[in-house]
Structure formats: C-alpha cells, structure tokens
C-alpha cells in the first residue's frame, strides 16, 4: 500500500510511527481501545494469561486486569452468546474464535442473534461485538486450521465483515470496528501476520519491517470500515482482492510486468462499490480473487456486481481466481492455494481477449 | 476366538425411544409423579456449597398444602397485599391469555402462544426480583412484563403489528422486547437468551454492579448445545445468574422424556457443573417466589448462580399452530395432580382469610374488561392484515445503525415496486 493511501483513509492522534508486524498491529489496537474505553473487554480460548495462540493479546491481561482480558470455557457459542450478552449490559466485547475454522458452533448466536438483534427489537438492543479470528491458509494448516468461510457472513444481513492486508489497516480497521455499533466479524489472514506473501511458499519468507504497510502509530488511529484502498494503480485491468492474496496479486503483476489496478478491499460488507466501479470502467477488465472456495464465494457477489453495473465498459469476462471447491487440503496445500500461476494463466486469459 | 464367536451367545441390542404413559383417548394416571408434603424440604443457607443440593434437586420444594396453608422452611411469608397483587397478576396474565388466544383465532392476528397453567412461574419470580434485574425469558414468560406493569396496549400493539408496535412489525407475535422493563428481546431460536444472560450477569460482576440476570427456557430447550455453555460460563465465573428451567413435561409435540428426563431431573443436570440446584412445585407461586429470592441472594451475595427447575404442566397447545389432543390424552391436563396455580394461591388467600369467592369473581370481571378495554385501544391502531401499518420505508431501518449503499439501493428498488404495483403505502413522517 502506498503512503499517500495510508494518509488519505487515516483518522484519528495517530502519534508516532514504529515498525509492527500484523500480530504487534492487532495487540497495539486492543491496548489503544482497552485505554480509551473502559467498557472494551477481550475474550477467547487462551487469550488471558498466556496472551493468545498467535500472541495477538500478550501482555493484555497484565495491564488491564482479569476482569477484562480473560481465558473463556472451549464452547464458541459460549463466547459468542455471552459476548452478545455482555452487549446488551453496555460492554463492548471483542471476542476471538481461535481459528475462523472453529467458528461454526456460534453460527446461531452470530446469526440469529447478533446480525438481527438491533432490527427485531426496534433498536432497543444491539450488539456492538468485534469478533477476531484468524484465517485462511497458505501455512499447512489442513482442512480445520486453513478455511475462509467469509462468504457466509457476507451472506448474513446485519454483520459487517472485514479484512485486513497490512499492520497499519490491521490496527486502523480494528479500532474502526470495535468502535462500530453494529457486529463485525474481524477475519485475520494468518499467513502474513508475520509479513507479506508472494505465494511463491519455495522462497524464504519476506517480513513487515521493509513493506509501508509495516509502519504503524502506537496511537489512536482508525481506517473507516466501508472504503477500499487502490493497492496498485493501473490500466490494464481491475483485481479485486483482500487479505493475503492482496499481496500473492501484487507480486505476481510485478513478476508479469501487467499494469494492473489492484484493488484490496479491506471491508467486504459494507462494500466500496464506488472505488470497484470507477476502476473497471476505466480498465474494461476485472478479475476477483479470493482463497475461500469458489462456489457461492464471495468472488461470485463481485463478478455479479459489476457485470450489473460495468456491463457496458466490459471488454472480457469476470475472471475468478479462487480455491478448489473441495476441502481445504494438507499435503497438496499449494496445489490448491491460487498462487502465482494460477493467477498468471487468469491473467493471461483475461487480458488475450 | 474371534470377536464374532464372543458374541454369539449375547442377547441383540435394542435402541430405546421414549414413549409418554399417555397418547390420545389413554386414561390418566399420574400417581407415579411424586409430589412430596409441602413443608418438608430443608432450606439451605443460600451461600451453602453446590456440592450440597442432591436432595434438593431431586425432591420438590412445596410451600402451599392441601388445606391452603403455607407451610415449612421455605415460607416466604408474604404480607397479604404481596400475596393479593401475585394473584391478580396471575389473573390478569391468564385473562390476557384468552383474549388474545381468541383474537388468534378471529383473524386479528397470525400467532400466540399462552402460558396456562404456568402462570405462576414467571408472576412469582417477578415479585422475587428487583425491577432492575435483568431477564432474558422464552417465550412463554409473559407474565415478567405484566408483573413490571408493562402495558397491555403495548402488548397487543406487538401481537397486531399495528403502527403502534414498539418493534415496528418487524418480530413474530408475543416476541416483546422491552428494555425499560428489563426484558431482553425474544429470539424464535431456543435457548440463545441462555448464555446471554451469563454474559449480562458476567458483565455486571465485572462493573461491580449490584443487579443479577436471570434467564428461562423450556425443559425441551435444555436440551440444546447453549444449555451446556451457558452452564460452563455460568459456573466458571460464578455468574450472578439465577437459570430457570420450566419443565411443563411437553415440547410441543415431545414429552420430556426426549429431552432426558425419563433418567434424571433438570434441576439435577445443575450438580455436574457444581451449580446450586432447586427443584420446585412449579404451580405453587410462593414455592417459586421463595427460590428465586434464595436464589437471588445467593447471586447478589457472588455466591453464583442457582438453577431452578419448575415442575409445572402446560395446559394447552404449544401455540395456536397446535392440536395437543392429536398426541397427548385430553384427561392431562386435569389430572395433573400439582393442580392450578392460580386456584391454589387463591385457595391460600381465602384460608388465611384475606380473601373470598365474591373478591375472585369481581377481580376476574374487571381484569377481563380491563383487557378488553386494552385490546379496544389497541385494535385502534390497527390489526394484522388491515391496511398497511409500518411505513413502507422502515423495512430496511435497523438493519445496521447507518444505512450501507446496498440498502439504500434496495429500498429504492421497493418504492418503485410500489409504484409499479398502483397501491401507495404509507411513510415515514
């Protein structure tokens, strides 16, 4: 991401810049919103004294108290159902589902009651819940620690769901949504919580320290939800992306030297149509990307949209880049995960006609 | 050996369903349901260890005896007016009831659901509460808002969704929501509320508050996965939580028995996860006042949470989408051998005195023309089905706190149906 981006989506006393990796983001986030707001408290499976599976709460518990920054029973309807609970008193909880594979179980308590509790009760309750979780894949996770199953809470009427792609929209976008009023579900991209991935997993793995996105305020700083960043200007065709595969995209255009608009979209609901819309119909391409599996996937929203609304700048057909519609599998990980070529024969294909 | 040869001599395993003792046109016999004397079930200290309520979760505890009198430790000794006001509720719960079970039937509305019979579970534990504990009922627990004097326009205004619904048309019928009164929202999904009321309860503990939570659901919803994290959370933290568990022997068309009770009781499942378990005469109202106000206290006191089963019947259908007589034998509800609760606290009031037959019949004529003065009011607004009566325009309100793009974008899409359509509703002021 460029600078005059970061600058741009900014708000907020963000104070000094210093070097964070996506993890150290996160952690600065809830210490910055633990601080501001008395009522934010964390909670999850490990995430109290031993600060988290990831370490995205380390040191949390120490400086905020047990009563805020607690370990919770291993049941995710649990956490989530008493989170909504703890909405309804005033609290504003920001729950993690260790891994978003894990999350399933509080499919009903994230469904039926957080999504639809402001609308059935005429706004008398709501459930101001950010819940973090960790995924998609890209780390031999295997079917259960490797899933993007966003595309069925984009589906949810009533949850913004969003996704980072660096440190600074990590932090920036986190305290934007705890600071949101309506339930947010706060996917992480696990492989580059540590640095960002060219999808080529043969090569030695790069860090934040030298990548923009990689600066981060240890202040209070939010992206607004709802608001693309352009990644990449370009004239040759649109990519939608967000998450890891924001980076495996850039790459991989680099590698080609294709003058690709990449765009990550960083909230998927509410969506920046505007910013998706005026890029393909400058390109007259448009390519979507996404590592969930492809039917009924997110891509499949996005290539509707904008053949709906771009039809007519259209000079090829939507391309989806996406995972195989099977289960997430171990030992053929980068057989199934849309790397370099897969998206360099999409490229191709789009760009010939 | 082989393993097959091991087994050969073993009898076949059989798979068990659960069958109630009585289908449609059985006689009934309910001498096998124990019904221990009232009187004879201790009262424990309310900061008394969990692992300490085997008896009590296994018997009943009964307040109101044969001869109307209330008797034994767990008396609560109510003033008259206190016992007067519980009856009253009680009725007004049941009288409401009817008319609107009627008003279901007459095409004024799509759906309701009574709670006959268990009238006193949710009146009594209203008495026992502060006004400002917070409940998170199913919804058969109607009689949490009545008891907190909610209105009855207001009441009926939700069951017609008429333009004076609080919910503006958006929930089912009896789905009430009332934050001012301290009921949470109804979910049509079972047993959610449950482990939102551990996080309420959690979150007061946590802000030093001195107010409790406390939550029901039906003997059949515990069987549910949020039953069990509820309970987990609930004991974890020593959530000052009081959970109610209304065993009225039916889920909708499943006797008990599918939800385990042929083995064991509700208020026993509280012992494995070391809560306090009580298990009450749930048709004798100052039975379940008691325990809730123990209960209470031992919340308030961060002593943590009570479960507290409520042996009552339900006396009619689930709801106006049910015929109990196609599963269950008519005779039930009468020979249901804990009886009425409102016949027995009334019985109760005129044995000590404070009450008569002429008082009842005069309160039961005004409580139904109060009602029926409430549903005139009401019907003011508007029935189901008559006109129009939310804006077309706040279909999409409440969604989310600001309207996104795409459902700015929709609902234009609606006005233009309407437009289409030749048939203009109304809108927003």
Redesign the interface.
């Known amino acids: 991401m460029s600078e005059a981006i970061v600058s741009e989506t900014a708000t907020g006393e963000a104070g000094a810049g210093t070097r964070m990796n996506m993890i150290q983001a996160i952690n600065s986030a809830l210490d910055v919103m633990m601080a501001r707001d008395p009522d934010v408290?964390v909670m999850g499976e490990d995430v109290g004294y031993f600060g988290g599976v990831f370490r995205a709460t380390a040191g949390l518990q120490a400086k905020h108290g047990k009563?805020?920054v607690f370990d919770?029973?291993i049941?995710e309807?649990?956490i989530?159902?008493?989170?909504?609970?703890?909405?309804?008193?005033?609290?504003r909880?920001v729950p993690e589902i260790q891994f978003a594979d894990y999350i399933y179980?509080a499919l009903?308590?994230l469904v039926?009651?957080a999504a639809r509790?402001?609308?059935?009760?005429?706004?008398?309750?709501?459930a101001p819940l950010t819940i973090r979780s960790p995924y998609g894949g890209g780390i031999f996770g295997g079917q259960t620690h490797s899933q993007s199953p966003e595309g069925i809470f984009t589906h949810v009427?009533?949850v913004?769901t969003v996704i980072p792609s660096t440190p600074y929209d990590a932090k920036g976008l986190l305290i934007a949504s705890i600071e949101?009023?309506?339930p947010v579900i706060f996917f992480e991209p696990k492989r580059i919580y540590n640095g960002p991935f060219n999808g080529h997993w043969d090569r030695p793995a790069e860090n934040w320290s030298k990548h923009p996105g990689g600066e981060v305020p240890e202040g209070y700083y939010r992206v607004e939800l709802?608001k693309a960043a352009i990644v990449r200007p370009g004239e040759a065709l649109t990519v939608l992306a967000y998450g890891t595969m924001v980076h495996v995209v850039k790459a991989t255009v680099e590698e080609m030297g294709i003058d690709a608009e990449i765009i990550d979209l960083r909230t998927l609901?509410?969506?920046d149509?505007e910013t998706i819309e005026e890029s393909v119909r400058k390109t007259g391409r448009c390519m979507v990307v996404h590592e969930a599996t492809r039917t009924s996937g997110f891509g499949a929203e996005l290539a509707s949209l904008v053949q709906e609304r771009c039809f007519y700048h259209l000079e090829a057909p939507v391309e989806r880049v996406t995972g195989f519609d099977t289960p997430y599998p171990h030992s053929l990980e980068w057989a199934y995960f849309p790397g370099p070529v897969r998206i360099g024969q999409a490229l191709k294909k789009i760009l010939k006609d | 050996m082989t393993v097959d040869a091991k087994r050969a001599n073993l009898p076949p395993l059989s798979l068990h369903v659960p069958e109630p003792k009585f289908r449609p046109g059985d006689a009934v016999d309910f001498t096998e349901v124990a019904v221990p004397p009232a009187g004879a079930q201790s009262r424990p200290d309310t900061a008394a260890d969990p692992s300490s309520f085997h008896e009590l979760a296994y018997t009943l505890v009964r307040v109101l005896d044969e001869n109307g009198q209330a008797v034994g430790p767990w008396n609560p000794k109510l003033d008259p007016d206190t016992l007067r006001k519980m009856l009253h509720d009680m009725a007004l719960v049941r009288a409401f009831d009817e008319r609107m079970f009627r008003a279901q039937r007459q095409g004024k509305t799509s759906f309701y659901m009574k709670c006959t019979g268990e009238e006193a579970v949710a009146i009594a534990a209203a008495h026992a509460l502060a006004s400002d504990d917070m409940c998170f009922p199913s919804y058969r627990q109607q009689g949490l808002l009545i008891a907190r004097g909610y209105s009855l326009v207001q009441m009926m205004n939700q069951i017609y969704s008429n333009k004076g619904d609080d919910l503006a048309g958006k929930q089912l019928p009896i789905m009430y929501s009332s934050k001012e009164k301290g009921f949470f929202s109804i979910s049509g999904n079972l047993t959610t509320q449950y482990p939102q009321a551990v996080g309420w309860a959690m979150a007061s503990a946590a802000k030093g508050d001195t107010r409790i939570a406390a939550t029901w659901c039906g003997e059949g919803s515990t069987a549910e996965g949020d039953f069990h994290s509820a309970l987990t959370f609930a004991t974890v933290y020593k959530a000052p939580v009081i959970l109610n568990v209304v065993n009225n022997q039916w889920a909708i068309s499943s006797f008990s028995g599918f939800a385990g009770a042929e083995a064991t009781t509700f208020a026993a499942r509280a012992l494995g996860y070391g809560i306090a378990g009580l298990r009450v005469d749930g048709n004798d109202a100052l039975a379940v006042y008691a325990a809730t106000l123990w209960a209470a206290e031992r919340a308030r006191t961060n002593q943590g949470p009570t479960l507290i089963e409520h042996f009552t019947y339900r006396t009619e259908g689930h709801s106006t989408s049910d015929d109990p007589t196609q599963y269950r034998s008519a005779g039930e509800p009468t020979a249901w051998p804990l009886g009425d609760p409102i016949a027995r606290l009334k019985a109760h009031l005129i044995a000590i005195g404070e009450w008569d037959e002429e008082r009842h019949v005069e309160m039961d004529r005004e409580l139904a023309e109060q009602v029926k003065v409430a549903q005139k009011e009401a019907e003011k607004n508007g029935i189901l089905g008559h006109g129009l009566h939310q804006p077309l325009d706040s279909l999409f309100d409440g969604v989310f706190e600001e309207m996104p793009w795409h459902l700015r974008e929709q609902r234009q899409m609606m006005l233009d149906e309407e437009e289409a359509s030749g048939r203009p509703w109304a809108r927003k002021q």
């Open positions: 408290i009563t805020r919770t029973p049941t309807c649990g989530v159902g008493v989170a909504i609970g703890m909405g309804a008193y005033g609290l909880p179980p009903d308590q039926s009651e509790l402001r609308y059935r009760s005429g706004g008398q309750f709501t009427s009533g913004k949101d009023n309506d709802g609901v509410p969506l149509i």
